[in-house]
């Protein structure tokens, strides 16, 4: 009975409510002529108040009913559009704004259809509205807002900068909004995302040529070639299509095609910038350093923000001989690349307050002066003094940016550029002038050699796991891994392999902090002693490799000349030193060698750099302050980016012949900052017989130091000519994050190139050696780019899979971290790759075993021939597995020669000898370098593969000393030891 009362008695209060209900509604939607301002204002209240309150179902039927009515009110339609709007229902806010009177436009109007144009994805109407808004009221924040990111969104550099200078006259920029103002010329959004936004515009409005143009902007800077020239074939060029489509056909290699896209504008003297910046680079690509000096410098003169063409600039001015205004053009090039680091830097941690980014924002500031971009200085400085941010640096910069002296100036290196004489192009003699491509086309040997191996360290008893040592406080030590050496210490004919340790970093981090000089508990490197028939076995306790240290890199060489090879160990806070006894047993001598070190060493190279018949050693260092710890917005811990770090200075020690060594590094010019090292290779890339020092830097500008020949007191000398070589930064002039280097001549030039593995979307850089010390960066033409940009490599290694002649590559891969959240894969499969004597590779790793299908976390690789079946084979370590020994099962393997060189007024390694191969009327070349990979060292002996040769024709070995040793007619499938002539 009390159910039945209680449900009649909800029956009738529901009847109640809704006779309010329907009474309410009729008040406020009576009979459209009975519907007074009155009534309009208060039902657009209880809209906004509904829209307040997130309900979204109550909303949509009111605003529908409120459209039918059709109100006169123009500030009423605009407030129900943005209520619209902001419901995400663009068909709704178009209804209302369709219904304005034909009057004048007014700027909130035009803000508000220019919303509901780019929601249906009609950008280019949006931008006309924006811009008809922000003509009649400038001071409208709002529609400057929304043209900054759409000119974001689109890569459109100088209307960014109109855009956010028009923002800031109506209110002060946020740090986010000044990190995308000074990446004005670069990509500020992910390519995938924002590609895919390009195609909807284009979609929506197929006359949209400025959101056809950003997607196909959006492909190059993916490095998406062909499909960027398939899109742009889908209507005419304009001048910024042709700039596109001929950076594509370059990419590719594909010279004849960029002359013919470049016809039409052959006659024009004084193109527009985009113009002028393709025949730039296409008078480059063909060798007409003059006419791309000229083109070039029209693109710099529009824009002085644009690195990528300063430093393009750069090298065509050095290829001219205009050595001092070359010079400036590429320090200004460097200074352009280290702000966009500090401007990347300061995006990413946009979380923190803005005292917390005043060192990097001062940075930045004097950075930007420098380069004559005072405005945006000014903008960044009026915000630290908004926050309160105090310094002398602050006071220095406000007094260089005073009033009348904050607009953008043209740089001082700028200027001595433009003093230079340049000869006018009549008719562009490159355009005329028929192309020959940069590279070949793929040879068929490229597919020819398809690598197969097995991991058979378990079988093989090799037991070694690297240790990392964190704990859970992701510190960035914590990602390089050890390396490996691999080499005969025992002299028995048989290669060994050494294995450097990490250990437990909790003791060191919980002391000082300061890593210079210090020690702590951690165990030894492993040494493995190959017994001839398969089997390694643990040697480390015998050979008295017991040094307890945080092990890096490693290399194996004889630097007193006794006829056994030394081990040295870079490490972290310290190196250790191993002297051969040879028994079979080490004696450390670190310190009486003078080479303990106090910085974060990395890898290490034996080179004789004097030429006097000993082995110096180069060591590399990364940072000073290891033990930085980052966090995400969410507080979790993080790997910090290497920029966030100061950089640590490499070593020089030269070999005094007495068993020491003296660290040369100041005087010798190798002591540049902002290095990073942790890869190197030493040998000859400038023709002069005498070792060059290549760097590959974390983040920075790689280092390429040229051998200047010894001062008085016989110590080598350096120029630093990275940037100005062309094997610095890549073909965009930005600086990438360098791991590993492997040398060889790929193309078959006679040059020695260079490959450098990279962070993930970066991809492995393939510089070729064009002669005289110049390089061109030819990754995509090559086929390494696309192969690896989505792969993080370490370790490199050239190898002859199949002893064809031809040589491939092995990349070690695997993240530094697990970065989920950024769909970046941590664990990674290695890669095999094929070459064909042209400078051509193909991956072909989907065919070479299971060993390349499983992700791994890989870092240090090293070559050698265990087992001395004549076919190379490869050893691997890892952060996260044992180390892995892959034996090459390539089963119709070429003929081969092992060569051994045995120095006696030379080095006694052979390091820096150059070898001359004639075999089937065609030469060879390859050099005995230093530095192998990324922290590792390989077998000294050479595996030269013949394919189906019988014979060497003739053997030619050019001596560090002058030396030339000459053979001919060298059996194939035999070992030749050659030793220089003691006369």
């Known amino acids: 009975m009390a159910t039945q009362r209680s449900r009649r008695i909800g029956w009738i209060l529901g009847a109640v409510l809704g006779v309010i209900v329907v009474v309410g509604l009729y008040r406020y939607f009576q009979p459209e002529e009975e519907f007074t301002d009155e009534d309009w204002s208060r039902a657009v209240s209880s809209v906004e108040k509904l829209a307040e309150q997130q309900r979204a179902d109550e909303l949509s039927p009111l605003l529908r009913d409120l459209a039918r009515r059709k109100p006169t009110r123009e500030k009423l339609m605009l407030r129900l559009a943005l209520v619209s709007i902001n419901l995400d229902d663009a068909d709704m806010a178009a209804t209302f704004l369709g219904q304005l009177p034909e009057t004048e436009p007014s700027p909130g109007r035009q803000l508000l259809q220019g919303i509901v144009a780019a929601m249906k994805h009609r950008a280019a109407d949006a931008e006309r509205y924006w811009i008809d808004a922000v003509t009649l009221n400038p001071k409208l924040g709002a529609a400057w807002e929304r043209l900054a990111q759409l000119y974001l969104s689109q890569i459109r550099s100088s209307d960014v900068r109109k855009a956010f200078e028009g923002l800031q006259t109506c209110r002060p920029l946020s740090v986010e909004e000044l990190s995308a103002y000074s990446s004005a010329n670069e990509q500020f959004y992910s390519a995938g995302e924002r590609l895919a936004l390009m195609e909807q515009y284009s979609t929506a409005d197929p006359q949209d040529a400025e959101s056809h143009t950003a997607a196909a902007r959006y492909l190059l800077l993916d490095d998406r070639y062909p499909e960027v020239l398939a899109l742009l074939q889908s209507r005419p060029l304009r001048p910024e299509d042709v700039r596109l489509a001929v950076e594509a056909q370059l990419r590719l290699g594909r010279l004849a095609d960029a002359e013919q896209t470049l016809k039409p504008w052959a006659q024009n003297e004084d193109p527009p910038s985009p113009i002028a910046r393709a025949r730039g680079m296409y008078a480059a690509a063909t060798s007409h350093w003059a006419e791309a000096a000229w083109f070039l410098r029209l693109v710099v003169t529009h824009d002085p923000a644009d690195t990528p063409a300063i430093y393009q600039l750069g090298q065509a001015l050095d290829r001219l001989g205009h050595a001092e205004p070359a010079a400036a053009a590429l320090r200004l090039a460097a200074k352009g690349e280290q702000l966009s680091n500090l401007i990347h830097r300061i995006r990413r941690t946009t979380h923190l307050p803005v005292r917390g980014l005043s060192p990097l924002i001062i ?74 491509s940069v590279m070949l086309e793929p040879g068929p040997s490229a597919l020819a050699s398809l690598p197969k191996f097995e991991d058979v360290h378990q079988s093989a008893g090799i037991d070694f796991t690297f240790e990392v040592g964190g704990i859970g406080q992701k510190w960035i030590v914590e990602t390089l891994g050890g390396g490996v050496a691999a080499f005969d210490y025992d002299n028995d004919g048989w290669t060994d392999l050494y294995f450097a340790q990490g250990g437990e970093l909790e003791s060191q981090f919980r002391g000082s902090g300061v890593i210079a000089g210090k020690t702590w508990p951690a165990p030894a490197g492993k040494l493995f002693r190959n017994l001839g028939n398969g089997q390694f076995r643990d040697a480390t306790e015998s050979a008295g490799i017991d040094r307890q240290v945080y092990g890096q890199g490693c290399s194996a060489g004889d630097f007193d000349n006794d006829g056994d090879a030394d081990l040295f160990v870079a490490g972290f806070g310290r190196n250790v030193f191993y002297r051969n006894n040879g028994d079979g047993s080490f004696t450390e001598i670190s310190d009486a060698a003078q080479v303990v070190g106090t910085e974060w060493q990395t890898s290490a190279a034996f080179c004789d750099l004097n030429l006097d018949g000993n082995l110096d050693l180069y060591v590399t260092a990364y940072v000073r302050d290891p033990f930085k710890v980052c966090r995400k917005p969410d507080g979790t811990y993080t790997i910090c980016s290497p920029a966030n770090y100061i950089a640590a200075d490499d070593t020089l020690y030269l070999n005094r012949g007495d068993g020491t060594f003296e660290d040369i590094s100041q005087e010798s010019g190798i002591r540049v900052p902002l290095g990073k090292g942790l890869g190197v290779v030493v040998a000859d890339f400038t023709g002069d017989r005498r070792p060059d020092i290549y760097v590959a830097n974390d983040g920075t500008p790689n280092f390429l130091f040229m051998n200047e020949g010894n001062d008085a007191q016989g110590r080598c000398r350096f120029t630093e000519i990275g940037m100005r070589s062309g094997c610095a930064v890549n073909n965009r002039g930005m600086a990438q994050a360098g791991m590993g280097i492997v040398c060889e001549d790929f193309d078959g030039n006679g040059w020695l190139d260079l490959i450098v593995t990279n962070f993930f979307n970066e991809g492995a850089t393939l510089y070729l050696n064009q002669g005289e010390g110049y390089f061109e960066d030819q990754s995509a033409t090559a086929g390494l780019l696309s192969a690896t940009k989505q792969l993080l490599g370490f370790g490199i290694q050239s190898i002859d899979y199949s002893l064809s002649g031809a040589l491939g590559l092995f990349i070690a891969n695997g993240h530094i971290g697990d970065f989920g959240e950024r769909n970046e894969p941590w664990k990674m499969p290695p890669q095999a790759f094929s070459g064909d004597q042209r400078g051509h590779f193909v991956d072909c790793s989907k065919t070479a075993g299971d060993f390349f299908q499983a992700p791994a976390l890989a870092r240090a690789v090293a070559r050698l021939d265990f087992d001395r079946d004549g076919r190379p084979d490869l050893a691997v370590t890892y952060l996260d597995r044992p180390a892995a020994l892959l034996r090459n099962l390539f089963e119709k393997a070429g003929n081969h020669i092992q060569l051994q060189l045995v120095g006696t007024r030379s080095n006694r390694d052979g390091r820096g000898c150059r070898i001359e191969m004639e075999v089937g009327g065609q030469t060879r070349i390859f050099e005995a370098s230093s530095g192998d990979g990324f922290m590792s060292c390989n077998e000294r002996s050479f595996l030269l593969g013949l394919g189906s040769a019988q014979q060497i024709d003739e053997l030619r070995i050019f001596w560090p000393s002058g030396a030339v040793s000459a053979l001919n007619a060298v059996a194939a499938n035999t070992d030749s030891v050659v030793i220089e002539r003691a006369d």
Request: glycine share 6%; hydrophobic share 40%.
């Open 363 to 436: 940075d930045a500031c004097q950075l930007m002066t420098e380069l004559g971009r005072r405005r945006e200085a000014a903008s960044w400085l009026r915000l630290l003094m908004t926050e309160g941010v105090e310094s002398p640096r602050v006071d220095e910069l406000r007094a260089a940016l005073s009033a009348g002296r904050s607009e953008n100036v043209l740089p001082p290196e700028l200027e001595l550029v433009a003093a230079v004489t340049l000869s006018k192009p009549g008719t562009d003699r490159s355009i005329n002038k028929p192309a020959t």
